[in-house]
């Protein structure tokens, strides 16, 4: 069992800079993938980016490419998502996924809230 628990969202200003943090608890030397999605009000929930734990390799989305950045620490068993130039379409429920690419199962933290507004 693993459990992604986030924190870092609120409440910032077109243009501003967030920066999210997940910190996976459990068996986490069974995660091979973790992510970030988001759902906004009456849409569906969509991929931001992920990060494989071993090597490091990032995929991000079209939609925040050359915003956002993903980088993880593993000794803290910590996964970040930095985002910058913020738009109010970017406002949403941010969720953390740990993922098991051995069986195909994903562990979903509770998400945290990201307001962009002025």
């Known amino acids: 069992q693993v459990q992604p628990v986030e924190s870092g969202g609120g409440l910032v200003q077109p243009g501003g800079s967030l920066r999210l943090s997940c910190a996976a608890s459990g068996s986490i030397f069974s995660i091979s993938t973790m992510g970030w999605y988001r759902q906004a009000p009456g849409k569906q929930r969509e991929l931001v980016a992920t990060?494989?734990?071993?090597?490091?390799?990032?995929n991000i989305a079209d939609s925040v490419k050359g915003r956002f950045t993903i980088s993880r620490d593993n000794a803290k068993n910590t996964v970040y998502l930095q985002m910058h130039s913020l738009k109010p379409e970017d406002t949403a429920v941010y969720y953390c996924?740990?993922?098991?690419?051995?069986?195909?199962?994903?562990?979903w933290g509770q998400g945290t809230q990201v307001t962009v507004s002025s």
């Open positions: 990060i494989t734990t071993s090597s490091g390799r990032t």
């Open positions: 996924t740990a993922n098991r690419g051995d069986i195909g199962y994903a562990y």
